[in-house]
């Protein structure tokens, strides 16, 4: 089955500074990546997402790029604001042909320090 | 437009009883998905349900699990005879088209098992 690798774990930059993420995965099959944001306690939020047909997509200070070859994702926020503090999940999913289940990274915890 | 709703949001239960954790998929949506959270972990897929049929339950363990969403009414996660290491946050998501994997979350059931 799919496996999705993410790094760093923890991540702390500067109010104002990029902050980037990255995702690998297994099965060259998933064709479809979502990035998730979760605050304590909260539901997961999908922010962005991007399909295996695409290679970067943006969303005002949020971008995500994939590698179809080399099989890995990136998320990327620009301007770093202090309520951009939370764990973001990277997750794949695809590979069974159809609108089947996630497979999460283990999480982002992104700390913006003022 | 209501969002996805489970109940309840908080379960406790003793050792042995059984859990039923409820979901009510967005106005629309007809694929319904399970997904468990340990404490500082990422979260792990069970079921994939439509209407009356389990589409895949790769991810949910043999025994004391299970699941249905039936024509009328919202899909229910059982777990019977709970013990400890079933106490997580149980998430479940809807999508509305087959094929299209855009996931939406619900807030959550957090299960303490005593």
């Known amino acids: 089955g799919e496996n999705v690798e993410q790094h760093p774990s923890t991540l702390s930059v500067q109010e104002g500074d990029s902050a980037v993420i990255k995702c690998t995965y297994s099965d060259s099959a998933s064709n479809y990546f979502p990035w998730y944001k979760q605050e304590l306690g909260k539901r997961p939020q999908l922010i962005i997402d991007i399909r295996s047909n695409v290679g970067e997509k943006k969303d005002q200070r949020i971008a995500v790029t994939l590698n179809k070859t080399a099989k890995h994702f990136s998320l990327h926020i620009t301007e770093t604001q202090p309520e951009d503090s939370a764990v973001y999940f990277c997750?794949?999913?695809?590979?069974?042909?159809?609108?089947?289940?996630?497979?999460f990274g283990k999480g982002t915890h992104l700390i913006i320090q003022p | 437009n209501a969002g996805v709703m489970q109940n309840p949001r908080h379960l406790v239960r003793r050792r042995g009883q059984e859990a039923r954790l409820r979901c009510s998929p967005m106005k629309g949506h007809s694929h319904v998905y399970w997904y468990r959270q340990l404490p500082e972990e990422g979260l792990k897929f069970m079921v994939y349900l439509q209407k009356e049929n389990i589409i895949d339950e790769s991810g949910m363990p043999k025994e004391r699990f299970s699941a249905e969403f039936p024509k009328e009414g919202p899909s229910i996660l059982r777990i019977q005879q709970v013990v400890r290491g079933d106490s997580a946050a149980y998430f479940c998501?809807?999508?509305?088209?087959?094929?299209?994997?855009?996931?939406?979350f619900g807030p959550g059931t957090r299960l303490t098992v005593l």
């Open positions: 997750a794949a999913s695809g590979a069974g042909g159809g609108a089947d289940g996630l497979t």
């Open positions: 998501a809807s999508s509305g088209l087959a094929g299209v994997n855009e996931q939406f």
